[in-house]
Nanobody
């Protein structure tokens, strides 16, 4: 089955850290930009971090910028998300996914002036089962 297999979630106190992993199954990690997504109860899934296929560009949504770090090990087909200074609002199911582009130029893309554009989150796929992160007070 073509999907990312997430692991590393758990229960942690606020201010703590977790490191999530995503192993690519059925596809080559180095052929795609990769993203991390999370879904809190009652809310839609949102993209929170993205890394280019070669690791040279990263993107973070404002809510995690400065606290989360996305990295990749293409040789071993693994994507990581280091999460520090965790807050209760970081709780949710975390997923990794691949930028499938769907006929468009894959991320990273640039707007006029060389500004890095937000990843097209609706172009991501190869969804796994996710890993649960719970941050307590």
């Amino acid at each position: 089955q073509v999907q990312g297999v997430e692991s590393g979630g758990g229960l942690v106190q606020a201010g703590g850290s977790l490191r999530l992993s995503c192993t690519a199954s059925g596809f080559r990690l180095d052929e795609h930009a990769m993203g991390w997504f999370r879904q809190a109860p009652g809310r839609e899934r949102e993209g929170i971090a993205c890394i280019a296929w070669n690791g040279r560009n990263t993107y973070y949504t404002d809510s995690v910028k400065g606290r989360f770090t996305v990295t990749r090990d293409n040789a071993n087909n693994i994507l990581y998300l280091q999460m520090d200074s965790l807050k209760p609002e970081d709780s949710g199911m975390y997923y990794c996914a691949a930028d499938l582009s769907l006929g468009k130029i894959p991320w990273p893309t640039y707007a006029r002036g060389g500004i890095l554009e937000t990843p097209r989150w609706d172009q991501f796929g190869y969804w796994g089962q996710g890993t649960q992160v719970t941050v307590s007070l």
